[in-house]
Every structure is written in structure tokens, then in C-alpha cells.
């Protein structure tokens, strides 16, 4: 069955027919119509690459209470959502490689919001790379570090050469 579209949120009654229409349950098994979730912002609206489980505060509106509530990073699957308010839920991001991905609720686990927020996952400190990659005993070679995450511009960088 598909729900059809309606005028106004609310529960309606639904019943089953197996025999083309002709007759049908009268169990009275409800149905409820409500808003379809909207994502405004995620925050924080970065992580780590690789990493499994970053909390991120995904803040919207119509999110409701209730065990389908879901997050989805990307677009293939989802993770469970802590409902702490109508416009605001939680979700532990899944680890993923560096990129961007769009943030989606879903109130039922299968429509997902209209709207998204976009979470990037900025590349580990295994995606880093050296320019030169070597270099003297004495030192005092200037070396380029570059993140594989793209472009991102860092302030307060340190390195150290061993431990």
C-alpha cells in the first residue's frame, strides 16, 4: 500500500482488503501523518576520516520522538537517532573515508528529510604527505606537509620529527 497524499497531519485509520476491494478488515490499525523532518545545520559540522562513532547535534525541525528515528551520512544506511527535542537529535557519525557527505533525519527510517546538512570528513593523520620526503642528518630542511583532505588551510601547525 502507498499512503496517499493529505490536507493535514493527524492519525486516519487503515484497513486491509485481500479480495480486490470487495471486503475489508475493520481492525481500525492507525496510521499517522505528520511533517517531514528538515535538517537546518550540523554540528560540529567536521570530523576525522576513518574514526566510528563522533557525536554530531543535527539541528532542525519536526523531528519526533520515536524508535525509527534515524540519521543517514551519505546515502546508504543509517545510524539511530537520540531525540532530544523536536528540533534537535543526535547521531554517532559512521566512519567513513575524507569527504563530504549530506546529513538527513528520517522520522520512520524510510523517507528521509528534504533538506540535509553536510558533514565533512577531513582526511586522518595517515593521509598526510611530506615535500621532500627526506633529507640530511643535519637538518634545517624545510618541509611542505599536505593534507589529502583538500585544501583545507590549518593555523598553528607543528610537526615533530620523531619521538
Given at each position: 500500500c502507498v499512503s496517499p497524499a493529505r490536507t493535514a497531519a493527524g492519525g486516519v485509520a487503515v484497513e486491509v482488503s485481500l479480495n480486490g476491494g470487495r471486503d475489508f478488515t475493520q481492525n481500525r490499525v492507525q496510521y499517522f501523518y505528520g511533517a517531514s523532518a528538515s535538517v537546518g545545520s550540523v554540528t560540529p559540522s567536521r570530523g576525522t576520516?576513518?574514526?566510528?562513532?563522533?557525536?554530531?547535534?543535527?539541528?532542525?525541525?519536526?523531528?519526533?520522538?520515536?524508535?525509527?528515528?534515524?540519521?543517514?551520512?551519505?546515502?546508504?544506511?543509517?545510524?539511530?537517532?537520540l531525540y532530544e527535542s523536536s528540533?534537535?537529535?543526535?547521531?554517532?557519525?559512521?566512519?567513513?573515508?575524507?569527504?563530504?557527505?549530506?546529513?538527513?533525519?528520517?522520522?520512520?527510517?524510510?523517507?528521509?528529510?528534504?533538506?540535509?546538512?553536510?558533514?565533512?570528513?577531513?582526511?586522518?593523520?595517515?593521509?598526510?604527505?611530506?615535500?621532500?620526503?627526506?633529507?640530511?642528518?643535519?637538518?634545517?630542511?624545510?618541509?611542505?606537509?599536505s593534507s589529502g583532505g583538500g585544501g583545507q588551510n590549518y593555523?598553528?601547525?607543528y610537526c615533530v620529527f620523531g619521538t
Open positions: 576520516s576513518g574514526v566510528e562513532g563522533q557525536i554530531v547535534t543535527v539541528i532542525g525541525s519536526d523531528f519526533a520522538h520515536g524508535s525509527d528515528l534515524s540519521c543517514r551520512f551519505g546515502v546508504n544506511g543509517s545510524v539511530s537517532a528540533s534537535l537529535v543526535m547521531c554517532s557519525a559512521p566512519s567513513r573515508g575524507a569527504g563530504a557527505v549530506r546529513v538527513d533525519v528520517s522520522n520512520n527510517g524510510v523517507d528521509w528529510s528534504v533538506s540535509g546538512g553536510r558533514f565533512v570528513y577531513e582526511a586522518t593523520s595517515g593521509a598526510w604527505s611530506l615535500s621532500p620526503s627526506r633529507g640530511p642528518v643535519s637538518g634545517g630542511t624545510y618541509v611542505t606537509v593555523s598553528g601547525v
